[in-house]
Nanobody
């Protein structure tokens, strides 16, 4: 199973970006998908997570600005980021708990850089 993330970039404060992540490989189902971010010297933190058929959960710092969504038919997940702030600058990773028909494993995308200029 591989996750491919895309959509990062440089944006000004108040701007928007949409991150995408597509899973490929031996996939029976995807239980949970999420977006995480990490800055140098800090631990990776959860930004938004949603289980299949569940209600999304967001970090307090992004509530009301970010929206996570998923397209189960495409094995894809998205993160719409609005009203971006310089403190949102980080490498963003998508993650997913994937059932490959034998076991459920957690997989990660390669990370995509989001930079918000002030």
């Amino acid at each position: 199973v591989q996750l491919q993330a895309s959509g990062g970039g440089l944006v000004q404060t108040g701007g928007s970006l949409r991150l995408s992540c597509v899973a490929s490989g031996s996939i029976s189902s995807i239980a949970v998908v999420g977006w995480f971010r990490q800055t140098p010297g800090k631990q990776r933190e959860a930004v938004a997570v949603v289980a299949s058929g569940g209600t999304p959960s967001y970090a307090d710092s992004v509530k009301g600005r970010f929206t996570i969504s998923r397209d189960n038919a495409k094995n894809a997940q998205y993160l719409q980021m609005n009203a971006l702030k310089p403190e949102d600058t980080a490498v963003y990773f998508c993650g997913a708990d994937v059932d490959n028909g034998h076991y459920i494993g957690r997989y990660w995308g390669q990370g995509t850089q989001v930079t918000v200029s002030s």
